[in-house]
Protein backbone atom coordinates (compact mmCIF):
# COMPACT_ATOMS: atom_id res chain seq x y z
CA UNK A 1 0.00 0.00 0.00
CA UNK A 2 1.10 3.60 -1.01
CA UNK A 3 2.68 6.13 1.88
CA UNK A 4 0.20 8.10 2.56
CA UNK A 5 1.63 11.62 2.52
CA UNK A 6 0.32 15.43 2.41
CA UNK A 7 2.40 17.97 0.75
CA UNK A 8 2.46 21.68 1.85
CA UNK A 9 4.20 24.04 -0.31
CA UNK A 10 3.66 27.09 -2.53
CA UNK A 11 6.09 28.42 -5.07
CA UNK A 12 7.04 26.84 -8.31
CA UNK A 13 10.15 25.11 -6.12
CA UNK A 14 7.40 23.24 -3.95
CA UNK A 15 5.99 22.20 -7.47
CA UNK A 16 8.34 20.51 -8.92
CA UNK A 17 8.99 18.27 -5.46
CA UNK A 18 4.97 17.46 -5.39
CA UNK A 19 5.67 16.32 -8.96
CA UNK A 20 7.94 14.13 -8.02
CA UNK A 21 5.85 12.76 -5.64
CA UNK A 22 3.18 11.89 -7.41
CA UNK A 23 5.40 10.68 -10.85
CA UNK A 24 7.07 8.47 -7.67
CA UNK A 25 3.56 6.88 -6.51
CA UNK A 26 2.88 8.43 -3.28
CA UNK A 27 -0.84 8.55 -2.30
CA UNK A 28 -1.25 12.21 -1.68
CA UNK A 29 -4.85 13.01 -0.22
CA UNK A 30 -4.30 16.24 0.66
CA UNK A 31 -2.51 19.83 -0.11
CA UNK A 32 -2.18 22.73 1.73
CA UNK A 33 -1.17 25.68 -0.21
CA UNK A 34 -1.03 29.78 0.16
CA UNK A 35 -4.28 31.56 -0.38
CA UNK A 36 -4.24 32.61 -3.84
CA UNK A 37 -2.79 35.94 -4.33
CA UNK A 38 -3.08 39.33 -6.91
CA UNK A 39 -0.89 38.65 -9.81
CA UNK A 40 -0.17 39.89 -13.17
CA UNK A 41 -0.53 43.22 -14.67
CA UNK A 42 -4.49 42.90 -13.94
CA UNK A 43 -4.18 41.80 -10.36
CA UNK A 44 -6.18 38.98 -10.54
CA UNK A 45 -6.21 36.08 -7.99
CA UNK A 46 -3.85 33.33 -9.09
CA UNK A 47 -3.71 29.95 -7.74
CA UNK A 48 -0.22 29.05 -6.78
CA UNK A 49 2.02 26.32 -8.92
CA UNK A 50 1.58 23.93 -6.38
CA UNK A 51 -2.97 24.62 -5.84
CA UNK A 52 -2.47 24.42 -10.02
CA UNK A 53 -0.82 21.18 -9.83
CA UNK A 54 -2.62 19.58 -7.40
CA UNK A 55 -5.98 20.32 -9.09
CA UNK A 56 -4.83 18.58 -12.53
CA UNK A 57 -4.44 15.67 -10.43
CA UNK A 58 -7.76 16.21 -8.60
CA UNK A 59 -6.37 16.50 -4.94
CA UNK A 60 -7.97 18.08 -2.15
CA UNK A 61 -6.90 21.53 -1.44
CA UNK A 62 -6.62 23.58 1.67
CA UNK A 63 -5.35 27.54 1.64
CA UNK A 64 -5.43 28.49 5.39
CA UNK A 65 -4.76 31.52 6.39
CA UNK A 66 -3.18 30.63 9.60
CA UNK A 67 -2.91 27.11 11.29
CA UNK A 68 -2.60 28.89 14.69
CA UNK A 69 -5.69 27.92 16.80
CA UNK A 70 -5.03 30.92 19.15
CA UNK A 71 -4.10 32.79 16.03
CA UNK A 72 -5.75 35.48 13.82
CA UNK A 73 -8.02 33.15 11.92
CA UNK A 74 -9.11 30.38 14.28
CA UNK A 75 -11.81 29.27 12.16
CA UNK A 76 -9.36 28.28 9.09
CA UNK A 77 -6.91 26.47 11.74
CA UNK A 78 -9.79 24.58 12.98
CA UNK A 79 -11.12 23.48 9.43
CA UNK A 80 -6.90 22.45 8.24
CA UNK A 81 -7.19 20.09 11.43
CA UNK A 82 -10.10 18.45 10.35
CA UNK A 83 -8.70 18.09 6.89
CA UNK A 84 -5.62 16.86 8.15
CA UNK A 85 -6.52 14.03 10.99
CA UNK A 86 -9.34 13.10 8.02
CA UNK A 87 -6.25 12.53 5.18
CA UNK A 88 -5.02 9.74 7.98
CA UNK A 89 -1.40 10.87 6.24
CA UNK A 90 1.96 8.83 6.83
CA UNK A 91 3.74 11.91 6.55
CA UNK A 92 3.57 15.63 5.78
CA UNK A 93 6.22 16.98 3.27
CA UNK A 94 6.88 21.04 3.47
CA UNK A 95 8.31 22.81 0.82
CA UNK A 96 8.39 26.86 1.08
CA UNK A 97 4.94 26.64 2.18
CA UNK A 98 4.79 30.22 3.67
CA UNK A 99 3.17 29.36 7.25
CA UNK A 100 4.66 28.27 10.63
CA UNK A 101 3.53 25.08 11.17
CA UNK A 102 2.39 24.83 15.19
CA UNK A 103 3.39 21.59 17.19
CA UNK A 104 -0.37 19.86 16.36
CA UNK A 105 0.74 19.77 13.01
CA UNK A 106 4.04 18.57 13.08
CA UNK A 107 2.45 15.82 15.68
CA UNK A 108 -0.38 14.44 13.67
CA UNK A 109 1.29 12.39 10.56
CA UNK A 110 2.32 8.96 11.81
CA UNK A 111 5.91 9.71 10.98
CA UNK A 112 5.76 13.62 11.06
CA UNK A 113 6.79 16.48 9.17
CA UNK A 114 9.63 16.18 6.10
CA UNK A 115 10.82 19.87 5.18
CA UNK A 116 13.22 20.12 1.93
CA UNK A 117 15.76 22.81 2.25
CA UNK A 118 17.53 24.52 -0.26
CA UNK A 119 21.03 25.37 1.86
CA UNK A 120 23.44 22.55 3.42
CA UNK A 121 22.20 23.21 7.08
CA UNK A 122 23.08 24.89 9.45
CA UNK A 123 24.28 27.63 6.79
CA UNK A 124 21.36 29.15 5.66
CA UNK A 125 18.43 28.77 7.90
CA UNK A 126 15.65 31.08 7.04
CA UNK A 127 13.74 32.31 4.18
CA UNK A 128 16.03 32.89 1.20
CA UNK A 129 19.10 30.57 1.64
CA UNK A 130 19.48 30.53 -2.53
CA UNK A 131 19.80 34.41 -2.72
CA UNK A 132 21.71 34.69 0.37
CA UNK A 133 24.58 31.57 -0.55
CA UNK A 134 25.29 33.93 -3.90
CA UNK A 135 25.36 36.86 -2.61
CA UNK A 136 27.89 35.50 0.18
CA UNK A 137 30.21 33.92 -2.68
CA UNK A 138 29.48 30.28 -1.41
CA UNK A 139 30.63 28.01 -3.82
CA UNK A 140 28.73 25.19 -2.54
CA UNK A 141 25.22 24.62 -1.43
CA UNK A 142 23.00 22.04 -1.79
CA UNK A 143 19.04 20.11 -0.29
CA UNK A 144 19.04 19.12 3.54
CA UNK A 145 15.74 16.97 4.08
CA UNK A 146 15.30 17.90 7.88
CA UNK A 147 12.85 15.99 9.92
CA UNK A 148 10.86 19.43 11.33
CA UNK A 149 10.43 20.39 14.91
CA UNK A 150 9.33 23.62 16.48
CA UNK A 151 12.63 25.98 15.66
CA UNK A 152 13.28 28.06 12.59
CA UNK A 153 14.91 25.06 10.34
CA UNK A 154 16.60 23.72 13.69
CA UNK A 155 15.88 19.76 13.18
CA UNK A 156 17.41 16.51 12.88
CA UNK A 157 18.85 16.14 8.96
CA UNK A 158 17.82 13.16 7.47
CA UNK A 159 19.40 13.34 4.10
CA UNK A 160 21.82 16.64 3.04
CA UNK A 161 23.69 16.30 -0.80
CA UNK A 162 25.53 19.30 -1.96
CA UNK A 163 26.08 20.96 -5.16
CA UNK A 164 28.29 23.38 -6.75
CA UNK A 165 27.29 27.04 -7.22
CA UNK A 166 28.39 27.86 -10.50
CA UNK A 167 30.20 31.54 -11.43
CA UNK A 168 27.45 32.63 -13.73
CA UNK A 169 24.89 31.25 -11.30
CA UNK A 170 21.43 33.39 -11.02
CA UNK A 171 19.11 32.59 -8.37
CA UNK A 172 16.78 31.56 -10.83
CA UNK A 173 19.21 28.91 -12.55
CA UNK A 174 20.34 28.03 -9.02
CA UNK A 175 16.73 27.38 -7.96
CA UNK A 176 15.64 25.42 -10.60
CA UNK A 177 18.56 23.06 -10.53
CA UNK A 178 17.93 22.67 -6.69
CA UNK A 179 14.15 22.50 -6.87
CA UNK A 180 15.16 18.51 -9.23
CA UNK A 181 17.37 18.02 -6.59
CA UNK A 182 14.47 18.59 -3.70
CA UNK A 183 12.42 16.29 -5.55
CA UNK A 184 14.76 13.60 -6.11
CA UNK A 185 15.61 13.50 -2.33
CA UNK A 186 12.57 13.83 -0.79
CA UNK A 187 11.43 10.96 -2.88
CA UNK A 188 14.08 8.58 -1.78
CA UNK A 189 13.57 10.11 1.77
CA UNK A 190 10.16 9.09 2.15
CA UNK A 191 11.16 5.33 0.66
CA UNK A 192 13.99 5.08 3.24
CA UNK A 193 11.55 6.16 6.20
CA UNK A 194 8.93 3.67 5.07
CA UNK A 195 11.67 0.62 5.45
CA UNK A 196 13.21 2.60 8.96
CA UNK A 197 16.23 2.92 7.14
CA UNK A 198 16.94 6.50 8.13
CA UNK A 199 19.67 7.79 10.88
CA UNK A 200 18.51 11.17 12.13
CA UNK A 201 21.65 13.47 12.65
CA UNK A 202 21.27 16.54 14.96
CA UNK A 203 22.63 19.84 13.16
CA UNK A 204 25.67 20.93 14.53
CA UNK A 205 26.32 23.94 16.91
CA UNK A 206 28.63 25.77 14.96
CA UNK A 207 27.83 27.40 11.37
CA UNK A 208 24.86 28.63 12.11
CA UNK A 209 23.80 31.30 9.61
CA UNK A 210 20.34 32.82 8.90
CA UNK A 211 19.19 33.47 5.33
CA UNK A 212 17.15 36.56 5.92
CA UNK A 213 14.16 37.48 3.54
CA UNK A 214 15.20 39.63 0.97
CA UNK A 215 13.66 43.25 0.87
CA UNK A 216 13.02 44.96 -2.39
CA UNK A 217 15.31 47.85 -1.32
CA UNK A 218 18.46 45.63 -1.40
CA UNK A 219 18.81 45.22 -4.84
CA UNK A 220 20.15 48.94 -5.38
CA UNK A 221 23.22 48.70 -6.07
CA UNK A 222 26.34 50.26 -3.89
CA UNK A 223 28.66 51.09 -6.66
CA UNK A 224 31.21 51.18 -3.20
CA UNK A 225 31.13 48.41 -3.35
CA UNK A 226 33.65 45.89 -5.01
CA UNK A 227 33.21 44.63 -8.51
CA UNK A 228 32.64 40.91 -7.27
CA UNK A 229 30.16 41.61 -4.29
CA UNK A 230 28.00 43.26 -7.01
CA UNK A 231 28.56 41.30 -9.26
CA UNK A 232 27.26 38.45 -6.43
CA UNK A 233 24.48 40.72 -5.71
CA UNK A 234 22.85 41.08 -9.18
CA UNK A 235 23.05 37.41 -9.60
CA UNK A 236 21.21 37.06 -6.20
CA UNK A 237 18.72 39.28 -6.88
CA UNK A 238 17.59 37.81 -10.25
CA UNK A 239 14.79 37.41 -10.45
CA UNK A 240 13.60 39.62 -7.25
CA UNK A 241 14.35 42.16 -6.77
CA UNK A 242 16.67 42.58 -9.58
CA UNK A 243 20.41 44.69 -9.60
CA UNK A 244 18.88 48.87 -9.72
CA UNK A 245 20.58 51.97 -9.66
CA UNK A 246 19.77 55.59 -11.23
CA UNK A 247 21.26 57.66 -13.92
CA UNK A 248 19.82 61.39 -15.18
CA UNK A 249 16.99 60.61 -12.36
CA UNK A 250 15.50 57.30 -13.62
CA UNK A 251 16.13 54.08 -12.13
CA UNK A 252 16.94 51.27 -14.21
CA UNK A 253 17.45 47.72 -13.46
CA UNK A 254 20.67 45.66 -13.93
CA UNK A 255 20.14 42.06 -14.78
CA UNK A 256 23.86 40.92 -15.89
CA UNK A 257 27.48 41.61 -15.55
CA UNK A 258 30.90 40.13 -15.27
CA UNK A 259 34.01 41.30 -13.93
CA UNK A 260 35.86 43.26 -16.48
CA UNK A 261 39.60 42.91 -16.37
CA UNK A 262 40.31 46.53 -17.20
CA UNK A 263 42.03 48.38 -14.31
CA UNK A 264 39.94 51.04 -12.62
CA UNK A 265 41.07 54.49 -12.76
CA UNK A 266 42.22 56.16 -9.68
CA UNK A 267 40.77 59.57 -10.26
CA UNK A 268 37.14 58.70 -10.94
CA UNK A 269 33.73 58.50 -8.65
CA UNK A 270 32.38 55.13 -7.84
CA UNK A 271 29.43 54.32 -10.60
CA UNK A 272 31.13 56.79 -13.31
CA UNK A 273 30.57 54.64 -16.80
CA UNK A 274 34.09 54.39 -18.07
CA UNK A 275 33.15 52.92 -21.68
CA UNK A 276 30.49 52.00 -23.52
CA UNK A 277 31.40 49.02 -26.15
CA UNK A 278 29.30 46.13 -28.17
CA UNK A 279 29.05 43.61 -25.29
CA UNK A 280 29.01 46.14 -22.00
CA UNK A 281 28.78 49.16 -20.02
CA UNK A 282 32.07 49.76 -17.81
CA UNK A 283 31.41 51.32 -14.51
CA UNK A 284 33.85 51.75 -11.48
CA UNK A 285 33.37 49.71 -8.69
CA UNK A 286 34.81 50.83 -4.89
CA UNK A 287 37.72 48.10 -6.41
CA UNK A 288 37.82 46.77 -9.82
CA UNK A 289 35.49 47.85 -13.10
CA UNK A 290 32.22 45.86 -13.53
CA UNK A 291 31.12 45.18 -17.37
CA UNK A 292 27.10 45.23 -17.27
CA UNK A 293 25.77 43.34 -20.71
CA UNK A 294 22.24 43.35 -19.63
CA UNK A 295 20.19 46.34 -18.53
CA UNK A 296 16.14 47.75 -18.46
CA UNK A 297 14.30 50.71 -18.29
CA UNK A 298 10.81 50.39 -16.33
CA UNK A 299 8.13 49.11 -18.13
CA UNK A 300 10.80 48.00 -20.97
CA UNK A 301 12.43 44.95 -22.02
CA UNK A 302 15.44 43.86 -21.30
CA UNK A 303 18.28 44.79 -23.42
CA UNK A 304 21.95 44.17 -24.11
CA UNK A 305 23.95 47.11 -23.61
CA UNK A 306 24.83 48.20 -26.78
CA UNK A 307 20.63 48.79 -27.70
CA UNK A 308 20.07 49.84 -24.45
CA UNK A 309 22.98 52.66 -24.40
CA UNK A 310 21.53 53.71 -28.07
CA UNK A 311 18.39 54.26 -26.67
CA UNK A 312 18.71 55.70 -23.45
CA UNK A 313 21.51 57.94 -24.65
CA UNK A 314 23.82 56.29 -21.84
CA UNK A 315 27.54 57.87 -22.63
CA UNK A 316 30.51 57.48 -20.65
CA UNK A 317 31.46 59.90 -17.99
CA UNK A 318 27.78 59.78 -16.87
CA UNK A 319 27.88 59.05 -12.92
CA UNK A 320 25.42 55.90 -11.74
CA UNK A 321 23.55 56.13 -8.82
CA UNK A 322 24.86 59.40 -7.99
CA UNK A 323 21.91 59.92 -5.01
CA UNK A 324 22.86 56.77 -3.40
CA UNK A 325 26.48 57.57 -3.34
CA UNK A 326 25.74 60.44 -1.78
CA UNK A 327 23.50 58.64 1.41
CA UNK A 328 20.12 59.18 0.03
CA UNK A 329 19.61 55.39 -0.26
CA UNK A 330 21.93 52.18 -0.66
CA UNK A 331 21.82 48.76 -0.63
Keep these: ?54 QAHGIAVAQPRSLRMDGKYPEDAAAAQAAILAAQADAMVVAAYGLILPQWVLEAPRLGCLNIHASL ?3 WRGAAPIHRAIEAGDTQTGITIMQMDAGLD ?9 MDILPQDTTASLHDRLAAQGGRLIVQALKQLAAGALLPVPQPAEGVTYAHKIEKSEGTVDWALSAEAIDRRIRAFDPFPGGGTSVQGEVIKLWACKIDSASRPADVPCGQIL ?28 LGAADFARGFGLQSGMVLGAREASGEAGA
Design 275 to 302: SISSEAVSVACGQGVLAVTALQRAGGKR
Design 121 to 123: LPR
Design 154 to 162: TGDMLLREA
Design 1 to 54: MAMRVIFAGTPEFARVALQALLEAGFSVPLVLTQPDRPAGRGMKLQASPVKQLA
